[in-house]
């Protein structure tokens, strides 16, 4: 397996800012799921080929706690590390930093399951070993951080 980036970066667009110039709120729940995408491609792991084999990772919830703006133009990175793993569900933390400024913008995380086609819940680790050993190493790598 190659090893996994966890930094995810993209410059704002203005459409993503509001009346007062800056980022809304919204749009971090974008950008996260921007950020886990790009990490599971990076990991050989892209939604596409888990949907082939029938797996699906819906979102049970998102949490945000917004710290410092930022405006249109900026780049942010998004940094993600996998925090609870089990096979069933997954919980992903969040890390959003102005790139320039270095502050930190928005801390967050998400939780999820992991279901079939039917949205049923399954475990991973029985029903698809090579992607479950995949987000085992991820939580292993994270560890330590939190």
């Not at 410092?68 to 998004?78: C, K, L």
């Not at 049923?120 to 991820?138: C, M, T």
Request: proline share 3%; aromatic share 12%; charged share 30%.
């Amino acid at each position: 397996m190659q090893k996994s980036i966890n930094v995810f970066e993209r410059k704002i667009n203005y459409y993503e800012t509001d009346r007062m110039g800056i980022v809304h709120h919204s749009n971090y729940i974008r950008f996260m799921e921007e950020g886990r995408c790009a990490w599971l491609e990076s990991i050989d792991m892209p939604f596409e080929v888990m949907e082939e084999k029938g797996v699906t990772i819906p979102t049970l919830g998102v949490s945000c706690d917004y710290k410092h703006h930022v405006t249109f133009g900026d780049t942010i990175s998004v940094e993600m590390y996998t925090t609870e793993y089990n096979g069933v569900r997954m919980t992903v933390k969040y890390i959003i930093k102005n790139k320039e400024t270095g502050d930190i913008v928005m801390t967050g995380e998400t939780k999820h399951c992991f279901t079939n086609r039917e949205l049923r819940p399954i475990n991973l680790k029985k029903y698809a070993p090579e992607f479950s050993d995949k987000f085992q190493k991820l939580l292993e790598e994270a560890q330590g951080k939190f």
